[in-house]
């Protein structure tokens, strides 16, 4: 029996949570169905490598999107989405279950990458999920001590989270230094500072190329000829994106497997959308863009929501991004890429921001320890220039 609803998500991630909550201001009583691969309920994955390890008083509970509560959307967890018949639009399950909708959203996010000779298991983990973040929690107690792989952003935080709760942390990263691929030195070394003095070994210059598993811990081998021995390893060297879905139902998909999306967030089929990480669509001020961060997954998610109820609006947002370590913490917008030129502004107590330059056009804008920048820096950004003074903008 095939169970039909009016709007389809595929994904049970942040833009499904965003995109019901989207619907319900534009339609309170068409049906809402979402299918989810995970175990658990659309979480916000922000949490699962800060607050939750730094606030002792924030629990689950409190960061709990509340999905179904909120929008009255039936979810479907374990469910994986594996083929789209856009003639009968039925959506079928790797279960064998069908869902007929009226309009879908592929919201599908993406999937850690991993390395092939360390899969997934007891010992490794590929860091993205609710029940990740409850499995690395309960090993906290006995202190292990956690290779994490990746210098990203996930990698530093869930290495500054581990070592804030008592584990013994190993950072192995590729960079020369810590944040080097993103920051200019004079940030890039601050930060690698602050991990060597919370007592994190930083082991830079030197990628995963094997490793095994055994039932007690993990032996990683590295690229300079070095081994790691440790507990447990976390890794967090970024995600491919989910597209295959909507490429197997002829959907047009970019090269790094995103989902081709135009400004109403449709695909070449006006009732499939997609938006989230596995979405590149046309940014207004950026242009073509696929962007993994949680501004875009909510403010996309919930305007794919509406525009699936009926909108006829476009998706204007430009995205900016976040990451805390430590005390320090920064907010951006565009391309972080320290190849780039970079013009580094002063602003006082630790604060900078600074501009990133292609062919002398500004594509980027960090604002480390700066708080209101993220307006003045998409300003920047649409102008192109850097300005004479980022106060007169704030
Ligand atoms: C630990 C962590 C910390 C983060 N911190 C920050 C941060 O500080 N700042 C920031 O800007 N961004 C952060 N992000 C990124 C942000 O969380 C993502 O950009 C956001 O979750 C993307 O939302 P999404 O719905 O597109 O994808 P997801 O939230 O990943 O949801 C996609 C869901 O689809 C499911 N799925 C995939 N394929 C199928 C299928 N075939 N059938 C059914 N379900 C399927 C997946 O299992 C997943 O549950 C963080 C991410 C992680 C993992």
């Known amino acids: 029996m095939t169970v039909s609803y009016d709007y389809l998500i595929i994904g049970g991630g942040m833009v499904a949570d965003a995109a019901a909550k989207g619907i319900r201001e534009r339609d309170p009583d068409g049906t809402i169905g979402i299918l989810g691969e995970e175990s658990t309920a659309p979480f916000p994955r922000p949490a699962l490598s800060k607050k939750l390890w730094t606030d002792s008083g924030f629990t689950e509970d409190d960061a709990a999107l509340g999905t179904v509560d909120e929008t009255g959307a039936t979810l479907h967890l374990g469910a994986r989405a594996d083929t789209i018949d856009r003639r009968t639009r039925t959506v079928t399950t790797s279960a064998g279950d069908s869902y007929g909708y009226g309009r879908l959203l592929i919201a599908t996010g993406g999937h850690p990458r991993q390395i092939a000779a360390l899969p997934p298991s007891a010992r490794v983990i590929?860091?993205?999920?609710?029940e990740h973040y409850r499995r690395l929690r309960a090993t906290v107690a006995d202190h292990p001590h956690v290779a994490v792989v990746g210098g990203g952003y996930i990698g530093t935080e869930i290495a500054a989270a581990l070592v804030q709760n008592g584990c013994s942390v190993t950072l192995v990263h590729p960079e020369e230094v810590l944040g080097s691929r993103s920051f200019p030195p004079v940030i890039s070394e601050e930060i690698a500072a602050m991990f060597t003095k919370a007592g994190v070994r930083v082991r830079g210059g030197a990628r995963v190329v094997g490793g095994t598993t055994s039932s007690t811990g993990v032996r990683l081998e590295l690229s300079d000829g070095t081994t790691v021995s440790a507990d447990y390893a976390v890794i967090g060297l970024g995600i491919e994106p989910a597209g295959t879905l909507a490429r197997?139902?002829?959907?047009?998909?970019?090269?790094?497997?995103g989902i081709v999306v135009d400004e109403h967030l449709a695909t070449a089929d006006p009732d499939v959308l997609a938006a989230g990480d596995v979405a590149q669509y046309p940014d207004r001020i950026l242009g073509r863009q696929r962007v993994e961060h949680v501004d875009n997954a909510t403010e996309m998610g919930a305007t794919a929501g509406r525009i699936l109820a009926g909108s006829d609006e476009t998706y204007d947002h430009t995205p900016f991004f976040y990451s805390d370590l430590f005390d320090a913490w920064y907010e951006a917008v565009g391309t972080l890429d320290a190849s780039l030129r970079t013009v580094v502004v002063e602003k006082g107590d630790g604060g900078r921001v600074v501009y990133y330059?292609?062919?002398?056009?500004?594509?980027?804008?960090?604002?480390?320890?700066?708080?209101?920048?993220?307006?003045?820096?998409?300003?920047?950004?649409?102008?192109?220039?850097?300005?004479g003074s980022f106060d007169d903008l704030i």
């Open 126 to 130: 590929y860091f993205r999920t609710l």
């Open 248 to 257: 197997t139902a002829g959907l047009e998909t970019s090269s790094d497997g």
């Open 357 to 387: 330059l292609r062919d002398e056009e500004v594509v980027g804008v960090l604002m480390w320890k700066v708080a209101d920048g993220v307006e003045p820096a998409r300003a920047v950004l649409a102008a192109r220039t850097v300005p």
